[in-house]
């Protein structure tokens, strides 16, 4: 079984993959946490500071909404290796899918290759109806 993520303090977040599984590739099949503060994240969407949906793409658009879950995660005292859960909700989840590769490079910029535990749900419409993706998550802090 693999133990990724745990800090050298032994706290935080412990990445389990086990070998019997498919292997996780851009999410982890388990994370354990340990620590003292939960934070929970509302869905976000790619809207800029006045409100509106910016980006034509669903790259563009999980860029954003990305951006924006990790300033709120920021804002609370945490960083992308605290997230244990993420969830994606996709308009289009085989757009999502046929973008795999540019999305995963958006995450690695932006997130690290800690990845939380992850779901990729495909949804009629959004909040917001231009909007293409919403991701929300909680993370656990020390």
């Known amino acids: 079984m693999s133990l990724e993520g745990m800090s050298p303090e032994g706290r935080g977040l412990e990445r389990i993959n086990p070998p019997g599984l498919s292997p996780a590739t851009g999410f982890s099949h388990a994370v354990a946490a ?24 669903i790259v563009e658009q999980f860029e954003t909404a990305l951006a924006n879950l990790l300033a709120a995660l ?20 085989a757009d ?29 419409r959004l909040w917001d109806e231009q909007a293409l993706v919403e991701l929300d998550g909680f993370a656990v802090l020390p």
């Open 74 to 93: 920021a804002a609370a005292g945490g960083t992308p290796h605290d997230l244990a859960r993420v969830t994606v909700y996709a308009i289009d989840v």
């Open 96 to 124: 999502y899918r046929a973008r795999a590769k540019e999305l995963g490079r958006v995450w690695h910029r932006l997130a690290g290759r800690d990845y939380p535990a992850m779901a990729v749900i495909g949804a009629v």
């Open 34 to 57: 340990t620590g003292s503060r939960l934070v929970f994240l509302a869905g976000q969407t790619a809207l800029d500071v006045n409100g509106k949906v910016t980006g034509e793409g």
